[in-house]
T-cell receptor, first 116, second 113 residues
Framework: AQKITQTQPGMFVQEKEAVTLDCTYD???????LFWYKQPSSGEMIFLIY??????QNATEGRYSLNFQKARKSANLVISASQLGDSAMYFC?????????????FGQGTILTVHP | NAGVTQTPKFQVLKTGQSMTLQCAQD?????MYWYRQDPGMGLRLIYY???????DKGEVPNGYNVSRLNKREFSLRLESAAPSQTSVYFC????????????FGPGTRLTVT
């Protein structure tokens, strides 16, 4: 069975600094995808970044990058140059291609607070 | 471009009442999903529809039913609401391929008293 673990219930960062949000996963399927979503206080879920298990390079999307360490089964999100608007809940999720249909398994989330 | 829309945004029910949550997407996606989000937990999959005409149970299907009315619409029904179903409900859709991310609706906050 798939499992996503986010061990940091809350993180604090100073504006303009970088922050890393941890995510570890467990799956027996060699083919899978990893996603990060942002949930601001308004409640919507916003897709941030994707990493496929066979991707050779770490994914990047603007200020977001994914530090993918396959052997360690970790997929940490790095946010560079934090902004006040980055304050939100962040979820790591996994899609196991073996189960098909795109079902996502989510972690419990990390609340990020950016201080001015 | 509306993306994924959900109605209603808020709802209060009494135990035993029934209701249907509506979801529609205008992105021509094949797959649609219903999740619930409870405090301190991530989203959990209730039901999903891989394509028009098919539905399958997710992680927490008890107490719910779904209908994939057409390619655009996927509804979630609570036949006899219980306080344990107090939650925020999200509908999502995706292309249904391999990497495709899911796009989420704004959510419905449901309280069952």
């Amino acid at each position: 069975a798939q499992k996503i673990t986010q061990t940091q219930p809350g993180m604090f960062v100073q504006e303009k600094e970088a922050v890393t949000l941890d995510c570890t996963y467990d799956t027996s399927d060699p083919s899978y995808g990893l996603f990060w979503y942002k949930q601001p206080s308004s409640g919507e879920m916003i897709f941030l970044i994707y990493q496929g298990s066979y991707d050779q390079q770490n994914a990047t999307e603007g200020r977001y990058s994914l530090n993918f360490q396959k052997a360690r089964k970790s997929a940490n999100l790095v946010i560079s140059a934090s902004q006040l608007g980055d304050s939100a809940m962040y979820f790591c999720a996994m899609r196991d291609f073996g189960t098909s249909y795109g079902k996502l398994t989510f972690g419990q989330g990390t609340i990020l607070t950016v201080h001015p | 471009n509306a993306g994924v829309t959900q109605t209603p945004k808020f709802q209060v029910l009494k135990t035993g009442q029934s209701m249907t949550l509506q979801c529609a997407q205008d992105m021509n996606h094949n797959s649609m999903y219903w999740y619930r989000q409870d405090p301190g937990m991530g989203l959990r999959l209730i039901y999903y529809s891989a394509s028009e005409g098919t539905t399958d149970k997710g992680e927490v299907p008890n107490g719910y039913n779904v209908s994939r009315l057409n390619k655009r619409e996927f509804s979630l029904r609570l036949e006899s609401a219980a306080p344990s179903q107090t939650s925020v409900y999200f509908c999502a859709s995706s292309e249904g391929g391999t990497r495709y991310e899911q796009y989420f609706g704004p959510g419905t906050r449901l309280t069952v008293t």
